[in-house]
């Protein structure tokens, strides 16, 4: 069903009114020609309120939602851009969101991968933690595999395994500093607000701020605010209406283009995540977040960065050991992620006075070498 511009139903006509918002602010040179993938016209994508029901199925996900990886990786891998005969990436350009997977897992090679990983998961986080945090949501109606353990069983998917292993890093490393209080939980890069929704799951008093792209940002509107229907959602117009007091207010969650970082005020942060995205990022962009993040983690503060040692595109070499971090960060785990292991798994703790190590010191080790 498409919907003039005129006739939104309410959350749609704020997911457009966001979107159009976050154009208009958007700073020249911004996003990496690595995300320079989404339609001109892409308040069109908003008005078609059907494709939202399976949106993690379709092409609105492409991009940030591992279970259509094959379809993403066809612009590199492929010629004619196309995988299984589809062009993914120009149906969404063109408005045809056509379901690009089925509902259930059905190659049998698929379903063994999720079992195997299943199985290794369970050992290192805990059956408890696996089941407790796995597929919270129906939203967007994403592809299920049917895990039976005994007489319980659940449901899964290769993206929310990985969602859920990252989430135990973070979770083990930083539950005794987020289960007090009322902490402030911020992501860059937050894809449709998987971790985040599984993060709200466990600190439900927490307060959380997604950073990302207009378009990503519709997304995160829809899928959270489906999952937690009776939560507080602040958007980039109350940060506009009401400026710094806005960030004085209580509120569950607040979604602003990743340019609007600038505005959180001075260590009001008490952790900070970027999974996977920074190495999508030009450099000039990773140096403006970690002149943000510098200034606006609390002292014990964490930043939790989940990124590839190299990526290679268009616009260069991004090399994690590279990152211009400060000497203020003390580790607190640096290993290969045991999930994916051309990717580094990193948690650092703000502190107030230089380390006797800096940690890019620590870090030059990493590959490449």
């Not at 993914?88 to 990983?117: C, G, M, Y």
């Not at 283009?257 to 450099?283: A, F, Q, T, V």
Request: glycine share 4%.
């Amino acid at each position: 069903m498409n919907k003039t511009i005129n006739s939104l139903p309410k959350l749609f006509d704020t997911m457009l009114e966001n979107y159009n918002l976050c154009k208009k602010t958007r700073p020249l040179g911004y996003t990496s020609s690595f995300w320079d993938v989404f339609p001109e016209d892409y308040e069109k994508s908003i008005g078609q309120i059907d494709a939202w029901t399976t949106f993690l199925r379709n092409p609105l996900s492409l991009g940030f939602n591992d279970v259509l990886i094959n379809f993403d990786n066809a612009r590199y891998a492929s010629q004619d851009m196309k995988y299984n005969g589809i062009d993914a990436w120009k149906n969404r350009r063109e408005h045809n969101f056509t379901n690009l997977i089925d509902d259930a897992v059905s190659s049998p090679e698929e379903q063994k991968t999720i079992f195997k990983t299943i199985d290794c998961l369970f050992r290192l986080c805990g059956p408890d933690f696996v089941k407790n945090y796995s597929l919270e949501s129906e939203i967007g109606s994403p592809q299920k595999s049917l895990v039976n353990i005994g007489s319980e069983s659940f449901h899964t998917n290769m993206h929310d395994l990985s969602l859920l292993y990252y989430f135990w890093q973070i979770s083990r490393t930083a539950d005794v500093l987020l289960k007090t209080d009322t902490p402030v939980i911020a992501e860059i890069g937050a894809g449709y607000g998987g971790l985040i929704s599984k993060a709200k799951k466990r600190y439900p008093k927490a307060s959380f701020i997604l950073f990302d792209l207009p378009e990503p940002a519709t997304i995160q509107a829809y899928y959270i605010q489906n999952t937690y229907p009776d939560s507080k959602i602040l958007y980039l117009k109350d940060l506009l209406e009401r400026g710094a007091k806005v960030f004085d207010e209580e509120f569950d969650f607040m979604i602003l283009p990743g340019w609007m970082i600038d505005k959180i005020p001075d260590k009001y942060i008490d952790l900070i995540i970027n999974m996977r995205s920074m190495m999508e990022m030009s450099s000039p962009i990773i140096d403006f977040y970690f002149i943000h993040i510098h200034r606006i983690v609390k002292e014990n503060g964490l930043f939790g960065c989940f990124n590839r040692y190299q990526k290679t595109y268009e616009d260069g070499d991004i090399i994690m050991k590279n990152y211009p971090f400060d000497e203020y960060w003390v580790p607190v785990l640096s290993q290969t992620s045991l999930y994916q292991e051309h990717v580094h798994d990193l948690i650092l703790k703000r502190q107030d006075k230089k380390s006797d190590f800096h940690i890019r010191d620590i870090l030059k080790s990493l590959p490449p070498r």
